[in-house]
């Protein structure tokens, strides 16, 4: 007997088990209370919403769900598979004046890109988490591969990259999440339920940028992300809970070879749970590679036949409706030719009737392409995937025979000479086909999604049970055992990259190892380069197809009052007991002040692959700092602006003064940086954004005009604690008052509000030229004590004589006491003009 919010049935009991399904509410969960005449009420929390797997693809993308079997969810035109295409239409010269933009996703997309190239995009997930510098990036700009305009977005960093659209710049994250947008439609429509939660598929070696971008698109397509799954992984579910038994343990490497990109891992199969073993593969790598070499290839045989030097320059000529309609075609007519060639050996490229040279005749592309000729011109390609290969094995110090089975997936994979390849290595019998080697990653994914959900539909009787039940309460079905033979039971995941962190000498420190199991979390002690140091900046960077990619920096801030307490308590300990003694009775010295002080790193990677960063100055517990790595780009440009202005000053002609105000302006810079991203939106918090980047303005100038504030406080401080008692009360407190505003506006001010305070301050010592005598006179005995100790006594003695000036001396004593300190002043400012103004250095590296 079926309701709408429940279910009446026969139990083995004999009596009736009333099963409410309680939608959305966390609590009671697998409540079961005996209600009354033997009837069992089974108060279930069953999340309503459904939960599906999908393999967002470079070409196309599926998405899958797991009830009883899994099953390909189809999308609005009722297919499988979805192209990977989005495109942004509208009538020209409008674009502005519509508020919505019209998206179109998939297989109308795909139609379009004849019509609109330049605002139709394909293969948007090879520039997800890219910067427009990255080499591959600049590749695909420069050659012809993309209609696009892709650039440097206006708001992120040097490295952000966006596509232009009808004139208005998008991230790649935001055109994915349109795809996914699309998907989740479509699946909540073919499922006739909400949809709320998804595992997505990435490239086994997406970097942590890459999957941020993915985490962020999907966001903004309104999933909620259960977990971002390697797609070999996935591949290797799908294939792992049909055909491993419970009590075997299999050795798999996964071999997917897809539209974009070529992926490769090892994992270990044995009672449900998936180990990662190791992951390699080239992210640029795949069937389009392969297009396009085939395009060269039919290119170069049209213009043999008609004579035409430059081929790439005639098509160019054509009229632009042309010449895009020829791009498109062409490449669906060479992608068809060799998806032809895979299971025949001869085909023939044919496109007719569109190109015409200037005497109008048509130029047609015909040419005939055996599977021969075909397998010579991508024998590179095939090579450089088993190189791959050899080299994962190698890495992971794994023989062939210790691989029991190859699955290979992609449509890439498909190509026969690929396949011979595979086999030459591993043996005939142990490389396998996937049943269905386009929706095997899909596939693989709802698995896992079914498995991260609260509720599962029992395989026997088909009622949603909750997770935690062992066996189902409606009809008893050992669900513990179905989980462990039928499911994922446990998935092991492994580091996709070394993880290192640059040290101040240019060189790298290995922090974590490719293909360490997740989560791990490691800790290593560096030392700062200089006694001084202020700042420290840790730089983390991946190494991806062995070149480095920078994965995020941490910055951290010493300032003085957590140096003073240290100072504090070094002097304690220094002054405790009699020289002797100090060992036995002070305890541990709290750190030596000639040696740099020490910082504590930690890399820590969770089970998603989230990367968080920490650090800590060993000697103060203060200070330190913990973020999760590429969070955001606002961020990131603020750090990189900081950055080089830091460099700027170091390699500038500036003093000790100079250094020492923006040193002091960084610490505080950094303290605003770090909060510019809001830890749980991810969002970028405006006003904290704007101070950070008017500050790091106003730094700049206020230096490069000699005005340093800090040193100025510095001054001012020193001259309250050493002659203090030389200025009256009421002018005591009204310096206090404009140095407490100069700090002020140094954290907040406006430039103009900087200088303001800094010469209002300044003022207060031209009146009293006594003080300005002793500062110099002060400043001298500071100066000799460093260089030419034996020059001090006469300084030390002009400040005593000014000092002890008491009331009742007579006119003339004063006069002498006055003259004997002038008499000073030039040798004074001779050592001040000598050794006062070395050039000075900021600090910020680390070192083993
Ligand atoms: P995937 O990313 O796995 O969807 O793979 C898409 C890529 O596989 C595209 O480059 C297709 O052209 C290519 N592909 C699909 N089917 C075949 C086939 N039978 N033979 C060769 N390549 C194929």
Request: some cysteine.
């Amino acid at each position: 007997m079926n309701h709408p919010y429940g279910r009446l049935s026969y139990n083995k009991h004999g009596g009736i088990t009333a099963t409410i399904e309680v939608m959305k509410v966390p609590e009671p969960r697998g409540l079961s209370y005996k209600k009354n005449f033997n009837i069992f009420i089974n108060v279930r929390t069953v999340y309503m919403s459904k939960s599906i797997g999908i393999d967002l693809g470079t070409t196309n993308s599926v998405a899958a769900i797991k009830k009883v079997h899994t099953e390909i969810i189809k999308n609005a035109e009722g297919e499988e598979l979805t192209p990977s295409c989005v495109t942004l239409q509208f009538k020209k010269g409008l674009i502005k004046f519509f508020s919505k933009e019209n998206f179109v996703v998939g297989r109308h997309a795909l139609e379009w890109l004849k019509q609109d190239p330049a605002n139709t995009v394909t293969a948007v997930k090879r520039l997800m988490g890219r910067s427009v510098n990255d080499p591959e990036v600049q590749k695909i700009i420069k050659s012809r591969r993309s209609a696009n305009s892709i650039v440097t977005h206006s708001r992120g960093t040097e490295n952000s990259l966006a596509i232009v659209l009808g004139e208005k710049e998008f991230t790649p994250e935001q055109l994915s999440a349109k795809i996914l947008e699309k998907i989740h439609r479509d699946c909540e429509a073919y499922l006739g339920d909400d949809v709320e939660y998804a595992v997505i598929t990435v490239p086994a070696y997406f970097n942590d940028k890459q999957k941020h971008a993915t985490r962020t698109a999907a966001a903004l397509a309104g999933i909620k992300v259960q977990r971002l799954l390697p797609e070999p992984t996935a591949a290797a579910i799908s294939f792992g809970v049909d055909n491993v038994e419970n009590d075997d343990a299999r050795t798999v490497l996964v071999f997917d070879f897809g539209g974009g990109t070529f992926d490769i891992s090892v994992l270990t199969i044995s009672g449900g749970q998936f180990i990662e073993q190791g992951k390699g593969g080239n992210m640029w790598m795949g069937g389009e590679d392969i297009d396009y070499k085939l395009i060269d290839y039919v290119l170069s045989r049209t213009s043999e036949e008609y004579e035409i030097e430059d081929i790439h320059a005639f098509i160019n000529d054509q009229e632009t409706q042309v010449k895009n309609r020829f791009s498109a075609e062409l490449k669906r007519v060479v992608e068809q030719a060799k998806i032809d060639l895979s299971d025949r050996e001869k085909t023939t490229v044919e496109l007719l009737g569109l190109l015409k040279d200037s005497d109008g005749d048509l130029v047609d592309i015909d040419v005939d392409l055996t599977r021969d000729k075909f397998e010579e011109i991508i024998a590179p390609v095939v090579e450089g995937a088993m190189g791959l290969v050899k080299k994962l094995l190698e890495q992971i110090h794994f023989t062939t025979d210790i691989i029991d089975n190859v699955l290979l997936v992609g449509g890439s994979s498909r190509i026969p000479s690929v396949i011979r390849a595979v086999k030459d290595i591993f043996g005939e019998e142990k490389v396998l086909l996937h049943k269905r080697p386009m929706l095997a990653i899909a596939e693989g994914a709802a698995i896992l999604s079914h498995r991260l959900s609260d509720a599962l539909e029992c395989p026997g009787c088909g009622v949603q049970v909750s997770q935690s039940e062992k066996s189902c309460p409606d009809c008893g079905f050992d669900l513990d055992s179905h989980m462990i033979s039928h499911s994922v039971y446990d998935i092991i995941h492994s580091a996709a990259h070394d993880y290192h962190i640059c040290l101040d000498n240019g060189e790298k420190y290995l922090l974590i190892e490719k293909n360490t199991p997740l989560p791990c979390e490691r800790t290593e002690r560096f030392r700062l380069v200089h006694k001084y140091q202020k700042l420290v900046n840790m730089k983390f960077v991946n190494m991806v197809n062995d070149e480095e990619e920078s994965i995020g920096d941490l910055w951290l801030g010493i300032d003085d009052s957590m140096r003073e307490k240290l100072y504090e308590k070094w002097y304690e300990w220094e002054s405790g007991s009699g020289e002797g003694a100090k060992e036995e009775d002070s305890g541990e010295k709290p750190f030596d002040p000639e040696s740099p002080l020490s910082v504590d790193v930690t890399l820590r990677i969770d089970e998603n692959n989230l990367v968080e960063v920490a650090a800590s100055i060993v000697e103060l517990p203060d200070a330190e700092i913990s973020k999760t790595l590429s969070r955001g780009k606002a961020d990131e440009k603020l750090f990189i602006a900081l950055e080089e202005l830091i460099n700027e000053t170091n390699a500038g002609d500036y003093d000790s003064y100079e250094t020492t105000e923006i040193t002091s302006r960084t610490i505080m810079i950094i303290s605003d940086i770090n909060k510019v991203i809001d830890d749980h939106t991810g969002e970028v918090i405006e006003p904290v954004y704007e101070l950070a980047q008017r500050n790091i303005e106003t730094a700049r100038k206020l230096v490069s005009e000699g005005i340093t504030c800090q040193s100025l406080i510095y001054y001012c401080e020193h001259v309250l604690q050493r002659f203090g008692v030389l200025i009256p009360p009421g002018e005591r407190e009204r310096i206090n008052k404009k140095k407490k505003h100069l700090e002020d506006m140094m954290l907040r001010g406006t430039y103009q509000e900087n200088v303001d305070a800094y010469e209002a301050l300044d003022k207060v010592f031209d009146k009293s030229p006594m003080i300005s005598v002793l500062m110099t006179l002060e400043k001298a005995v500071d100066l000799c004590r460093e260089h030419e100790p034996a020059r001090s006594a006469k300084f030390v003695g002009a400040i005593h004589s000014l000092t002890s000036i008491s009331d009742d001396e007579g006119k003339d004593a004063v006069a002498a006491k006055f003259e004997k300190a002038m008499s000073c002043l030039p040798e004074a400012r001779e050592l001040i003009a000598k050794y006062d103004n070395i050039k000075a250095k900021i600090y910020k590296g680390i070192t083993k």
